[in-house]
Structure formats: structure tokens, C-alpha cells
């Protein structure tokens, strides 16, 4: 079959990291989009597989902002300075743009995760690390707790879980960086 005059992978890729951001990442697939662009879901197989696909190059694109907008956030930034602007700038992207969020977190095979925007990621959080005088594996420790709290009171926050009740969000945010930054500093835990 034919492309269609006017579609191409990038175009649709776009149109659904929009409709991510509108109805969720989760209720993105080749039908939706068709419906989007009053196609038949044929006329989109020349450009994407399945949804599947159409789902990893949504997270690849977002993985690709996402670290885009850490790199110009650590510019120039150590210590907790450099930790505050990474977290919020997972915080941040969580709240604008929702849907590209949740696809950041899709699980990418193993070679396609290889070659993504997520091992940037990777190398600034180890190098905001360094700051803190990590070794191994504590380093790699460390990157799995800033990635889970993180992740973590983004998608409560998000969900509203922290809204029925005070102090607010804002205070308690600071609070558990202040607190991972203490706990940098005297990395590792005792045992």
C-alpha cells in the first residue's frame, strides 16, 4: 500500500504525543490516531507497525525532551543545586505534559532502550552523582533511589493522593529533596 500524501512516521509521532498528553499514554494506539486523522488504520501501517511501535517512538521522543531539558538544567550545576534541578525537572515535565511523561516511563526493549535519549539519563544523574563522591555499586544504588523517589511523588502527586491534606506539596517536595541530599552526604547507609 501506498503512503499517504501528507503522513509520515514523524508527523504521526507528533499527533500521538499529543494524544498522549490529551487522553493518556495508555489509550494511544493506531485506531485513535486514525480517527484523528479520518483514515483508514491501513493507510498508518506504512508508517508504523502496531501500536506497540507507534507507543516506543512516542517514548523515544519523550526520553529525547526529557533529557534535553535536564542537560540545560545541570548546565553549570553541582551538589544539591544540580539535584533540585533534575528532580524538578522530571516534576515539571510530569505536570505539563502528562501523557509524554508516562511514555518516558514505557518499557523499551532492550536494544532500543540502549540506543535512547534514557542512557543521557543515565550519565547526568551518575554525573550529578560524582558531586556526592560515589563509588560503585553505590552509585548505582543512588541512581535507582533518586529514579524511585522521584518517579514515585511525581505519580502519587499526579494522582492526587497528596491533595487531601496539608502542608502543601511544595513544602513537603523541598522537604524530600533537603532529605535526599542529607542522605547523599552520608552515603552509603549504614548497614
Known amino acids: 500500500m501506498a503512503p499517504r500524501v501528507g503522513l509520515t512516521t514523524e508527523r504521526l509521532t507528533q499527533a500521538g504525543v499529543t494524544l498522549a498528553d490529551e487522553v493518556g499514554f495508555d489509550q494511544v494506539t493506531v485506531s485513535e490516531l486514525a480517527r484523528r486523522f479520518d483514515v483508514k488504520v491501513a493507510s498508518l501501517y506504512s508508517h508504523v507497525k502496531n501500536s506497540h511501535d507507534l507507543k516506543t517512538r512516542i517514548a523515544l521522543l519523550a526520553l529525547e525532551e526529557l533529557a534535553d531539558r535536564a542537560a540545560d538544567a545541570l548546565a553549570g550545576r553541582a551538589g544539591k543545586d544540580a539535584l533540585v534541578a533534575l528532580a524538578n525537572v522530571y516534576r515539571d515535565y510530569?505536570?505539563?505534559?502528562?501523557?509524554?511523561?508516562?511514555?518516558?516511563?514505557?518499557?523499551?526493549?532492550?536494544?532500543?532502550?540502549?540506543?535512547?535519549?534514557?542512557?543521557?539519563?543515565?550519565?547526568?544523574?551518575?554525573?550529578?552523582?560524582?558531586?556526592?563522591?560515589?563509588?560503585?555499586?553505590?552509585?548505582?544504588?543512588?541512581?535507582?533511589?533518586?529514579?524511585?523517589?522521584?518517579?514515585?511523588?511525581?505519580?502519587?502527586?499526579?494522582?492526587g493522593g497528596f491533595s487531601r491534606s496539608a502542608p502543601d506539596t511544595e513544602e513537603t517536595w523541598s522537604r524530600v529533596l533537603d532529605a535526599l541530599?542529607?542522605?547523599?552526604?552520608?552515603?552509603?547507609p549504614a548497614s
Open 181 to 188: 541530599d542529607a542522605l547523599l552526604r552520608t552515603w552509603p
Open 94 to 159: 510530569a505536570r505539563e505534559q502528562p501523557g509524554r511523561y508516562a511514555a518516558a516511563q514505557f518499557r523499551l526493549d532492550p536494544g532500543t532502550a540502549a540506543a535512547s535519549a534514557g542512557v543521557r539519563h543515565a550519565k547526568m544523574t551518575r554525573a550529578l552523582l560524582r558531586g556526592y563522591h560515589l563509588d560503585e555499586p553505590d552509585q548505582t544504588h543512588a541512581v535507582r533511589l533518586l529514579g524511585s523517589v522521584f518517579h514515585g511523588y511525581v505519580s502519587i502527586e499526579m494522582g
